[in-house]
């Protein structure tokens, strides 16, 4: 069956990008909005990150596996879900940020090929990842464009690099 990763937090949005992303305003982000983006169209990180079989998992839906209340100390990332949302991801366009709570199988490095574009599409962003056999023995990884993964760097200091991320 394989184990999951959850990935959740806000990403804030370039203004170019934010105008393009009429998408984002449904409860399922489509990615392939990025394409409508000059300086981006031809990128290869994005066009490695629309091509990825498990696109449609990055931040869409929720999470069977996890809970957003495992996480006491990460709320403040996930301000901004309406509770009664039928997903687990908001899209707020007068901030441009993006909300989300979702797993996924990160057999083909959906992840890294996510926050490898995050650069190029947000000004900020402040994500969460944890693998699931770590899930009560860590806390799980932070990443920001100051600390943790920049750039499609992986954290040195990670206790469990290699799993998720």
């Given at each position: 069956?394989?184990?999951?990763?959850c990935?959740?937090?806000?990403?804030?949005?370039?203004?170019?990008?934010?105008?393009?992303?009429?998408?984002l305003?449904?409860?399922?982000?489509?990615?392939?909005?990025?394409?409508?983006?000059?300086?981006?169209?031809?990128?290869?990180?994005?066009?490695?990150?629309?091509?990825?079989?498990?696109?449609?998992?990055?931040?869409?839906?929720?999470?069977?596996?996890?809970?957003?209340?495992?996480?006491?100390d990460q709320?403040?990332?996930?301000?901004?879900?309406?509770d009664?949302?039928?997903?687990?991801?908001?899209?707020?366009?007068?901030?441009?940020?993006?909300t989300?709570?979702?797993?996924?199988?990160?057999?083909?490095?959906?992840?890294?090929?996510?926050?490898?574009?995050?650069?190029?599409?947000?000004?900020?962003?402040?994500?969460?990842?944890?693998?699931?056999?770590?899930?009560?023995?860590?806390?799980?990884d932070?990443?920001?464009?100051?600390?943790?993964?920049?750039?499609?760097?992986?954290?040195?200091?990670?206790?469990y690099?290699?799993?998720?991320?």
């Amino acid at each position: 069956m394989g184990m999951y990763t959850c990935l959740f937090g806000k990403v804030t949005f370039k203004d170019d990008v934010a105008q393009k992303a009429n998408h984002l305003s449904t409860e399922f982000v489509i990615w392939q909005h990025l394409l409508n983006t000059r300086r981006l169209k031809k990128h290869p990180d994005v066009i490695a990150f629309l091509t990825d079989q498990r696109v449609f998992m990055v931040a869409n839906g929720a999470s069977a596996y996890f809970s957003a209340d495992e996480y006491p100390d990460q709320q403040h990332v996930l301000e901004g879900i309406p509770d009664d949302a039928e997903s687990a991801n908001h899209y707020q366009p007068n901030k441009r940020t993006l909300t989300f709570f979702c797993s996924l199988k990160n057999y083909t490095d959906s992840i890294e090929k996510f926050t490898r574009i995050l650069p190029l599409i947000a000004d900020d962003w402040d994500l969460y990842s944890q693998y699931e056999e770590m899930q009560h023995e860590y806390a799980p990884d932070h990443h920001t464009p100051r600390d943790g993964l920049v750039h499609g760097e992986r954290n040195s200091e990670s206790p469990y690099g290699g799993y998720g991320f």
